[in-house]
Every structure is written in C-alpha cells, then in structure tokens.
Nanobody, 115 residues
Framework: QVQLVESGGGSVQPGGSLTLSCVAD????????KNWYRQTLGNVRERVATLKIGGSRDYLDSVQGRFTISTDDSKNTIFLQMNNLKVEDSGVYYC?????????WGQGTQVTVSS
C-alpha cells in the first residue's frame, strides 16, 4: 500500500500560478503511471495530467500549455505546476498512482481561482 499526501492548494486570482505536490510514503517506481485529477462539486472527477512510463505526458485539452506534471524521484514527489490559472480550474485536486496492486489516491487539496 502507498500513502499519498497532496499539498500546495490555495486561493489565487485568475492568471496566477500554483504548484501542487504529492508525496508518497515510499519510493514510486518510474514505470508506475502518475496522474493528477480534479473534481468540482457535483461533477465527476476528471483526469488533468498523466505521466507515463518512458516520460510521455498527457493533458486535459483545457490545461494543455498551462499545466506541467513532473516528479522528483529522490523525494518521492509528484508535482503539478499550474500557470495562468482560470476560474474553471477551481476544484479539489487529487494525485493518483497506478500500481500492480491497484490505484492509490491522495486525500486531495483545494484550489480556488477567483477575483
């Protein structure tokens, strides 16, 4: 089992930036797919960014060019750099890793973008 803890959420004005962190309690092999999801009240959880084996990255169309997923393996951490934030980016952000034993989720961190 892997414990994931997100942090870095907060309130920011449109056009601002935030960096979310997701720290695992153990080393996460590079061949595990790593994701960031977000969920707003009343909506389904949507996948925002994915980092796959080999380093390929996928992004939700609406965040392409603004968000970047990355890792620091020495710190067992997954990041989501979010730039030029928009009101519609608000929500609870979750990290998820996909392992042989199944998926593991963090508890989420709130991001609020408003003027």
């Amino acid at each position: 089992q892997v414990q994931l803890v997100e942090s870095g959420g907060g309130s920011v004005q449109p056009g601002g930036s935030l960096t979310l962190s997701c720290v695992a309690d153990r080393s996460v092999p590079s061949f595990y797919t790593k994701n960031w999801y977000r969920q707003t009240l009343g909506n389904v959880r949507e996948r925002v960014a994915t980092l796959k084996i080999g380093g390929s990255r996928d992004y939700l169309d609406s965040v392409q060019g603004r968000f970047t997923i990355s890792t620091d393996d020495s710190k067992n951490t997954i990041f989501l750099q979010m730039n030029n934030l928009k009101v519609e980016d608000s929500g609870v952000y979750y990290c998820k890793i996909e392992t042989r034993a199944g998926p593991y989720w963090g508890q989420g961190t709130q991001v609020t973008v408003s003027s």
